[in-house]
């Protein structure tokens, strides 16, 4: 026996695991010669009358959290005269959200995970409902940061759960389109928060609290939506699982899904900050050098960023439709490829070109968004799902909460010639989010590159969830091993 071999077979099972995954990173990329590009439409036709329900009350409820989330960032200002503070002492509010939406995806993840998608979700959304309408009457700031913090917690419980409401019955030739256009409620979301702004803010006597109390209406809608539905397929399985064995089959579970997937946890919650350092990195400060740099009008800047949500909303369907046939690691590559040459137009633009600009960033970033609600399901343990893509989507947002503070904080040490008597000190932000940009899509395709895949795996409960591509070698390195020990 040569010395490689011999060298190969003394190796524990996981150092051939990392080294094949390594030297396999390049050549898992090709797509599949065997799977022709379906037409969107012939596969939006496979999902029953269930399964579309399902994906609709998935969609209703992550829309309208992303449209309470927006309410606070669109009326800031008003707000801030309101209860005689400053903007800055608002945009806390906004922090806050962002740091205590981790607790709520711990806290309803765990409870989605044992006890059903279903009541989980309801009680979030009542949530919503109160918390809504009590932003609406607080009379004091410290009042205002209670109402928000607690929000937060809420916010951060709904994603998981719709991801895996929307996609663990979802047919597998329609997991990448159905991800897509579920992760889009996102752009949706704004666009409603930018449209009911502008119709109750300013056309109503109590001003902003309206777009609050309007808000509070929705979730009542989405409540009755849930009731009338079931659990999923899946869920159902894993409780007929649970039934079978024991009392403590789900903690049993979750300890050997923490067990077994712990670098898998450890790899969603880094990818995840890159994420949403992208979106992040793109739109928070955007329609402030719009403003400020540029000197677009408040009608102006609120087209533009409406164009960009459009291109976002496109871009995650095409790219979430793709990622089926290409894989999921090879549709975020080429979209932050893509996205990295549109870097220079969409920070440099001056003229109505800027349109295109911002529509085909925006196409770019959330295209790569368009594959996450399933690229993290289908990395997730059946028994942990919710929780783990709830707690990895969040933590990731927690770790890009400053991203605005950082690009605001660089802009400093670029300031603009700003005109007498001009009481806005310019900064050249363009500059700053160009650098920026460049650096989130670059992080984004490495670790994307040497991150794994399991598009299309089996997504019952009970089915170990190992690395497709590495699933042969690492039964040939446990055996290797066990015949080297036994020699």
């Not at 309101?82 to 906004?94: E, K």
């Not at 066990?482 to 020990?485: A, H, I, L, P, S």
């Given at each position: 026996m040569s010395s490689s071999v011999a060298s190969s077979r003394t190796r524990p099972p996981w150092a051939v695991r990392v080294r094949h995954h390594l030297a396999t990173r390049f050549s898992s990329l090709n797509p599949p010669s065997n799977v022709p590009f379906e037409n969107p439409f012939r596969v939006l036709r496979l999902l029953n009358k269930k399964q579309w329900l399902f994906f609709l009350v998935a969609l209703a409820g992550w829309t309208w959290d992303a449209f309470d989330f927006f309410t606070v960032s669109?009326?800031?200002?008003?707000?801030?005269?309101?209860?005689?503070?400053?903007?800055?002492?608002?945009?806390?509010?906004?922090?806050l959200v962002l740091m205590l939406r981790s607790v709520g995806a711990i806290v309803f993840g765990l409870l989605s995970d044992k006890y059903g998608r279903k009541w989980p979700f309801v009680w979030n959304c009542v949530l919503f409902i109160v918390l809504e309408l009590g932003t609406g009457f607080v009379q004091t700031y410290e009042q205002f940061l209670a109402v928000r913090a607690l929000f937060g917690i809420a916010m951060g419980g709904i994603y998981g759960n719709c991801a895996a409401t929307a996609l663990e019955d979802c047919p597998v030739e329609a997991r990448g389109i159905i991800s897509g256009m579920l992760q889009e409620g996102y752009a949706l979301g704004y666009l409603l928060a930018v449209i009911f702004n502008r119709a109750l803010t300013t056309t109503t006597p109590q001003g902003w609290r309206s777009l609050f109390w309007f808000g509070a209406g929705p979730p009542a809608l989405i409540i009755l939506f849930r009731v009338c539905l079931g659990e999923t397929d899946a869920y159902m399985a894993q409780k007929h699982l649970e039934r079978q064995s024991h009392k403590a089959a789900f903690m049993q579970m979750a300890k050997e899904s923490f067990r077994n997937y712990w670098h898998y946890m450890i790899y969603l919650v880094v990818i995840m900050a890159g994420f949403n350092f992208m979106s992040h990195g793109s739109q928070d400060l955007y329609p402030t050098m719009l403003e400020v740099q540029l000197e677009f009008s408040a009608n102006r800047t609120t087209v533009t960023m409406c164009v960009a949500n459009l291109g976002a909303i496109v871009g995650g369907i095409v790219f979430g439709h793709a990622s089926d046939h290409i894989g999921r690691r090879l549709a975020i590559i080429i979209a932050c490829i893509l996205g990295g040459a549109l870097i220079y137009p969409w920070a440099f633009v001056r003229n109505d070109g800027i349109m295109a600009a911002v529509f085909f960033l925006q196409f770019m970033v959330q295209g790569a968004w368009g594959v996450i609600p399933i690229y993290l399901t289908e990395l997730s343990p059946p028994a942990l799902r919710t929780f783990i893509v709830g707690l990895a989507y969040q933590l990731g947002n927690l770790a890009s909460s400053a991203s605005s503070t950082i690009e605001a904080t660089l802009g400093t040490h670029f300031p603009l010639e700003t005109q007498a008597g001009a009481s806005v000190q310019r900064y050249d932000y363009a500059k700053v989010m160009a650098i920026f940009m460049g650096c989130v899509f670059g992080f984004v395709l490495v670790v994307t590159l040497f991150g794994p895949e399991n598009r299309s795996v089996?997504?019952?409960?009970?089915?170990?969830?190992?690395?497709?591509?590495?699933?042969?070698?690492?039964?040939n390195a446990l055996a290797q091993h066990?015949?080297?020990?036994l020699v």
């Open positions: 669109l009326t800031a200002s008003a707000i801030a005269e309101s209860l005689d503070r400053t903007v800055t002492d608002i945009t806390w509010g906004i922090t089996d997504l019952s409960v009970g089915k170990k969830q190992v690395d497709y591509e590495d699933a042969d070698v690492e039964k066990q015949e080297t020990r």
